[in-house]
């Protein structure tokens, strides 16, 4: 075991021992979602594509200081072959699924899988975002689950930290050959008048398919009045992405609400021979209409750019989102 190792290790054996209490355990909670889509996007490989993106089941218990997490996804629920995954009748796979000690504000540790701390990543529930698509950039610069040890916490006036330590993809001939995976994520939050703003930066390093990278980029989360803005930066050696989502929220009835959203995005990979390290664009303009929190509709049009910023096709992107607890 690594110098990085052992200090994982040791930490996760201190917190246990000091976060030995009287246990005061809590209910199971259930809770989950279902994500169907109809995709419209032949430059996605997918013309007129009806998909059942999500099925999720997520369980949560708590024992005083000690919380459990599972999060237990099936994907892309269907017949037929999905292109981009080349997935048949679907895939089920453990999203997300830790064990987690609360030392107190400053310091939490998870340990198990976990998502990386990024806006998109943190909010991306599709009851929560506003548009179909996902950013071309996520999963692809740096890698979206870590398995490992997660420590997080508040430091002062507004700021957090997060830093983990996680398995590696890199080929190892022995368990002394395995290294492992790292990062750290600095966040800020503060009050807006009508609204709040929170900004992160955050770095890595990767060991993936052999080589070795080092990601690193921002994000911004703003909400003002009724006005919401996602947007993200990120780069490594050969890619770099950064997409920014707009929306406005319109009351819609007692508890409806109506929100025109803008979403563009893009994504560089110079290493690519395809694409001849030219930027893939897109740009999209829709509206997500819940009629209650947990019912979302969604339908976008969105246009793909290729080099020299023409339009290489028009989509239609449709979704209904029901999530329940």
Known sequence: MGR?????????????????????????????????????????????????????????????????????????????????????NGDIVIERAWAQVDGGEHFRLKLGK??????WWIYHYPNLSMQVSRPLMMKKIFRFQNTGLLASGDILAGFTYD??????????????????????KLSWAGELPEGQLSLGVLAGHYNDADRKRNPWGFDAN???ENFLLWAEYHKNETRKGYYGVLSYGLPAGAEGVLSP??????????????????????????????PIPTIALKSELIRTFKAGNSVQETGLNLGFVYFFN
């Open 114 to 119: 976990e998502l990386v701390p990024t806006v």
């Open 4 to 88: 990085i190792g052992r200090i994982g290790a040791a930490l996760a054996l201190v917190s246990g021992m000091l976060c030995i209490v009287p246990m005061q355990a809590r209910a199971v909670s259930w809770m989950g979602y279902y994500n169907f889509e109809y995709l419209n996007s032949k430059v996605d490989q997918k013309r007129g594509w009806m998909d059942i993106h999500h099925v999720s089941l997520i369980l949560q218990h708590e024992i005083s200081v000690f919380k459990f997490f599972n999060e237990l996804e099936f994907e892309h629920v269907g017949d037929g072959v999905l292109l981009e995954d080349g997935a048949g």
């Open 163 to 184: 830093a983990w330590v996680s398995n590696s993809n890199l080929t190892a001939t022995n368990e002394t050959d395995r290294e492992l995976d790292y990062g750290g």
């Open 222 to 224: 703003v909400s003002w």
């Open 261 to 290: 959203f803008v979403f563009h995005d893009s994504y560089t990979d110079e290493a690519d021979s395809a694409t001849r390290g030219e930027a893939k664009k897109r740009l999209a303009v829709g509206v997500n209409y819940k």
